[in-house]
């Protein structure tokens, strides 16, 4: 597993209708990925220690937590496997009617 981007990135800060509506998108190092938020909410961050290894796992919570929240924005952090990357986000209600997404990290891990 090879982190490729550790920038946090604003996706979205509005009212939730159109969050949940829209499809959101980004490139990152060529890397293109079209998403709903509904890919995203259903992957609680937590959850991931299910799937990697505890040094892989602790690898993860280092460069994108604190805690299982984001360490900049501080909502809920959630993720997305696809193919080979694995995709951070952070997501929640930041102030009421007031919704944020933010890209925190993307994995490759076939290395």
Sequence with gaps: MKLIHNNTEK???GLGD???KEKKEFTIKGY???FKIWDLVKNKFKNLKDIFSEEEFNQIV???SNTY???ESNLGLYYILDDNYLLIFSHGEKQPARYQLFLEAVYTLDE
């Design 69 to 71: 929240r984001s360490k």
């Design 18 to 20: 159109p969050l949940y």
């Design 32 to 34: 293109h990925k079209t």
């Design 11 to 13: 996706l979205y800060d």
């Design 62 to 64: 280092i460069t994108s």
